[in-house]
């Protein structure tokens, strides 16, 4: 069965400095989708950024970037310039893409804040 | 657009009292699904629906039914609550034909409280 795992529950970073979050993630299968959604005190799930397995080019959002090593199942958020806005849970999930399989495994998420 | 619609977004409920969560989505997806997010546990699937009249079980079932009677419309339904249901509930939809990478929208949340 398919794992995710995030190991850093509480991360500080300095606003307008740069912050990696860290997920890792366990599976056989060779084609998957990872995402890293946002979710601020108002509770509600935001998607942050997706990365299809089989691209090898790491996605990129505004001041959003991942770090996806497939090798070594890691898929790193790094967010530049921090804003006091991104102070949020933040969630790495995977979905498998097998038809009639539709589960997503979430990790436990990692309190990112913001200091001014 | 209102997307994916959870009510109510708090209630409180006795031990043994049944009540149902409500989950609409006005995107036409197939896919829909219910979470459970408990401190320090992330989001744990509940229930979860690929098209009308399909459901499946995910990582926590017990305790909770659903329905899909419409493409729009997942019920989550407590029989018998308990105070280990005490969580907040996030309703998700998402594609998943049309070469879609199933990226999930979300409700606000349903804040649920077992005395």
């Known amino acids: 069965a398919q794992t995710v795992t995030q190991s850093q529950p509480e991360m500080s970073v300095q606003e307008a400095e740069t912050v990696t979050l860290s997920c890792t993630y366990d599976?056989?299968?060779?084609?998957?989708?990872l995402f890293w959604y946002k979710q601020p005190p108002s509770r509600q799930m935001i998607l942050v950024i997706r990365?299809?397995?089989?691209?090898?080019q790491n996605a990129t959002e505004n001041r959003f970037s991942v770090n996806f090593q497939k090798a070594a199942k890691s898929f790193s958020l790094k967010i530049s310039d921090s804003q006091l806005g991104d102070a949020a849970m933040y969630f790495c999930a995977y979905r498998s893409p097998t038809s009639g399989t539709y589960k997503y495994i979430f990790g436990t998420g990692t309190r990112l804040k913001v200091l001014a | 657009n209102a997307g994916v619609t959870q009510t109510p977004k708090f209630q409180v409920l006795k031990t043994g009292q049944s009540m149902t969560l409500q989950c609409a989505q006005d995107?036409?997806?197939?896919?829909m699904s219910w979470y459970r997010q408990d401190p320090g546990m992330g989001l744990r699937l509940i229930h979860y629906s690929v098209g009308a009249g399909i459901t499946d079980q995910g990582e926590v079932p017990n305790g909770y039914n659903v329905s899909r009677s419409t493409t729009e419309d997942f019920p989550l339904r407590l029989l018998s609550a308990a105070p280990s249901q005490t969580s907040v509930y996030f309703c998700?939809?998402?594609?998943?034909?049309?070469?879609?990478?199933?990226?999930?929208?979300f409700g606000e949340g349903s804040r649920l409280t077992v005395l």
């Open positions: 995107m036409n997806h197939e896919y």
């Open positions: 998700a939809s998402s594609r998943t034909s049309g070469g879609s990478t199933g990226e999930l929208f």
């Open positions: 599976t056989s299968e060779s084609d998957y989708y």
């Open positions: 990365q299809e397995a089989y691209k090898q």
